[in-house]
């Protein structure tokens, strides 16, 4: 279920993490569940499909493309767009 507000996605995986934590972005316990599995582990984001996704954090596709757009996304694809921009950043800053 999205928000009744509307807002941008965050740009950076901080951003993001910082919405979460203060509460700017209030997740079902489902979608929470997903969230708490993946963040830490941007790469999975960025290069392993929805399916596999939801695989391993044992959910539906639906709720791994829910999350995204509760989050602000209209797509998992976009979503994925800006975790490869932060980890590409993440990689540029340690050479």
């Given at each position: 279920?999205?928000?009744?507000?509307i807002h941008c996605p965050p740009t950076t995986l901080e951003e993001l993490k910082y919405q979460i934590a203060k509460r700017q972005i209030v997740l079902p316990d489902r979608l929470e569940q997903?969230?708490?599995?993946?963040?830490?582990q941007p790469e999975m984001i960025a290069f392993e499909s929805a399916a596999a996704i939801a695989r391993n954090c044992k959910v539906s596709q639906t709720t791994v493309h829910r999350l995204a757009q509760h989050i602000g996304f209209r797509?998992?694809?976009e979503f994925r767009a800006m975790?490869?921009?932060?980890?590409?950043k993440i990689s540029a800053n340690h050479r």
């Amino acid at each position: 279920m999205m928000q009744d507000r509307i807002h941008c996605p965050p740009t950076t995986l901080e951003e993001l993490k910082y919405q979460i934590a203060k509460r700017q972005i209030v997740l079902p316990d489902r979608l929470e569940q997903v969230a708490k599995q993946i963040l830490p582990q941007p790469e999975m984001i960025a290069f392993e499909s929805a399916a596999a996704i939801a695989r391993n954090c044992k959910v539906s596709q639906t709720t791994v493309h829910r999350l995204a757009q509760h989050i602000g996304f209209r797509t998992f694809g976009e979503f994925r767009a800006m975790i490869r921009d932060h980890l590409r950043k993440i990689s540029a800053n340690h050479r």
